[in-house]
């Protein structure tokens, strides 16, 4: 009856509300790699050194893929290197096998973080989790995940 009992404890929905740590990426991002754009539509504002890409917006650097449909590059003041890149409107970001939907998300370059927030999907396979928000460190490819994280945990027979 206590072998029942635990069985079903592990199929119900785990709630938390710390923080869950997670693996996330391919192990090959590189930092050096172009970042390559591209989108129905691109406004550049040489002012505030910013540029608006929206309209079925992909973004690939490595084996990273991020897809929004606007995108807000934002240049560094001293070079014409990005410095952030602000997705909106519903985002998928993908590296290897692993997925994450959000509605928005910020990619830092400099410290090469990826900061998704609003309703966060992650899938890893057969795994699922949820969360409000997801900070992505491509560098040590890992993912911090916070806000009512949820999952189901499988069980094999």
């Known amino acids: 009856m206590r072998a029942l009992l635990f069985a079903a404890f592990l ?10 740590s997670v693996a996330f990426g391919s192990n090959a991002a590189n930092a050096n790699a172009p970042v390559e754009v591209s989108a129905d539509s691109l406004s550049v504002d040489q002012s505030n050194g910013t540029a608006v890409f929206s309209g079925d917006v992909v973004i690939g650097q490595g084996t990273l893929r991020l897809a929004a449909p606007r995108v807000l590059v934002v240049y560094r003041a001293d070079s014409q290197e990005i410095s952030r890149l602000e997705a909106s409107g519903g985002v998928t970001l993908v590296d290897g096998e692993d997925a994450a939907e959000a509605r928005d998300a910020t990619y830092n370059l400099d410290t090469r973080t990826i900061v998704m927030e609003g309703d966060v999907l992650l899938t890893q396979g057969p795994s699922a989790l949820t969360s409000n928000r997801m900070v992505v460190d491509l560098d040590a490819n890992t993912a911090q995940m916070t806000g009512r994280v949820k999952t189901v945990l499988q069980q094999s027979n």
């Open 11 to 20: 199929m119900l929905p785990f709630d938390a509300a710390a923080q869950t």
